[in-house]
């Protein structure tokens, strides 16, 4: 989906259920909220097919998105983030990984409470 004239309307995605539009606007470039938005509607919505693009996510040069992209995989809960989210507790940035930590926990993997 290319969002045209404007940036992606996150709030109407979620009232749809729009999970590929939230996928593709986590990758919108333009505007670190709507990416930030995404991410942790995303993880609301819980859907498995977010799931890589999170792990994406995790790349971010934002560190908000990639702390939504951490809490969002954790509330989901699929064991394909347990590595990419170990990786995450070495973020350069303290609150991504807390997070990490705490997505690891709400998954199980041991890991992160060591």
Do not use: H, W
Not at 56 to 84: F, T
Not at 95 to 105: H, P
């Amino acid at each position: 989906m290319l969002f045209g004239f404007g940036k992606p309307n996150v709030k109407d995605m979620e009232k749809n259920n729009d999970v590929k539009g939230l996928i593709e606007a986590l990758s919108y470039e333009k505007d670190v909220q709507v990416r930030r938005e995404a991410a942790y509607t995303l993880g609301k919505i819980k859907d498995i097919c977010a799931v890589d693009p999170l792990i994406k996510a995790l790349n971010d040069e934002d560190n908000y998105v990639r702390r939504q992209a951490v809490d969002a995989l954790g509330n989901i809960g699929d064991d394909r983030a347990i590595e990419p989210l170990n990786k995450a507790l070495e973020d350069s940035n303290n609150y991504v990984c807390q997070g990490a930590a705490d997505a690891l926990k709400k998954i199980g993997d041991k890991k992160a409470t060591q």
